[in-house]
């Protein structure tokens, strides 16, 4: 499981780290926390159990645009193909906290989905989308993504982050498939 954001404090509350912000609800619900290996372009946190196996959250170091750099080492270490990889990240066409999980399709434009595709040589892996709401007229993407959400947007994102760790338990307890038909079914 890999949570898409830019590292360190100035991106922390930004709409484009709502993959990490996610990723780490999914780890605080096991109560497993993220560390970062020596020479490591990645933290991690892993669950040792689970109906599927061993369970690696990740968050890369190597900012949005290279966040693949670091999964073909991690996928050829946990040995797991693209099947096996889910990716969180921000989506514009999303209204702002709505959550969708899809298997395979395109990156929309998003740098961080590209860089994925590239390292792993593959489009078929899982994605669970996060609306961020597309810009207000007159305002770049750029300047959007790396915004800070308004009070109404940041709990509209909390809850996100909250539905986010429960589809992803239920994911690691069950169907992949049958939870990614039952969470894209509800209004999310």
């Known amino acids: 499981m890999v949570g898409l954001g830019n590292p360190g404090f100035r991106y922390a509350s930004t709409r484009h780290n709502v993959g990490f912000r996610a990723v780490e609800a999914c780890a605080a619900h096991y ?86 595709v590239a390292a792993t040589e593959s489009s078929e892996f899982y994605r669970l989308y996060i609306g961020i709401g597309r810009p207000s007229r007159g305002e770049s993407v750029v300047d959007h993504v790396l915004g800070t959400p308004d009070a109404k947007e940041a709990g509209a994102l909390e809850a996100a982050y909250r539905r986010a760790s429960k589809i992803i338990c239920a994911a690691l307890d069950g169907d992949l498939e049958q939870v990614m038909n039952d969470c894209n079914r509800r209004d999310a």
């Open 31 to 116: 109560n497993i926390s993220f560390r970062k290996p020596l020479f490591a372009r990645y933290e991690h946190a892993r669950l040792t159990t689970g109906l599927h196996g061993p369970v690696v959250f990740v968050k890369p170091l190597t900012f949005m645009n290279r966040s693949g750099e670091v999964i073909p080492r991690l996928m050829s270490r946990h040995d797991a193909g693209p099947e096996k990889l889910l990716v969180l990240c921000d989506n514009l066409d999303l209204e702002v906290g709505r959550v969708r999980l899809k298997r395979g399709g395109g990156t929309a434009g998003h740098n961080g989905l590209k860089s994925v």
